[in-house]
């Protein structure tokens, strides 16, 4: 069964950089795009960032130049690496496999002001 495990999330304050990391099991990274979501208390859950199965990116504007995405084939992981952190981008942040609906988690990110 495939199975996505996130990691990196924590507490940080405005301004702070945190890395996230997302793992597959029974799924290659290098063969298939993977996304990063993230959902706010009382709001619904939102596209961040997508990395394709040949490697290119996209990004909700809303994090466009301060989130990279990238991916360790070697390892199988995807990273989020999350730049000049915003309060607004407080949220639990998840990984998915668009191909198998599959989804991680979460990992909690907090950012204080």
């Known amino acids: 069964q495939v199975q996505l495990v996130e990691s990196g999330g924590g507490l940080v304050q405005a301004g702070g950089t945190l890395r996230l990391s997302c793992v597959g099991s029974r799924i290659t990274f290098r063969t298939n795009a993977i996304d990063w979501y993230r959902q706010a208390p009382g709001k619904q859950r939102e596209f961040v960032a997508r990395?394709?199965?040949?490697?290119?990116?996209n990004y909700a504007d809303s994090v466009k130049g301060r989130f990279t995405i990238s991916r360790d084939t070697t390892k199988n992981t995807v990273y989020l690496q999350m730049n000049s952190l915003k309060p607004e981008d407080t949220a639990v942040y998840y990984c998915?496999?668009?191909?198998?609906?599959?989804w991680g988690q979460g990992t909690q990110v907090t950012v204080s002001s």
């Open positions: 990395i394709s199965s040949v490697g290119t990116t």
């Open positions: 998915n496999a668009p191909v198998t609906g599959i």
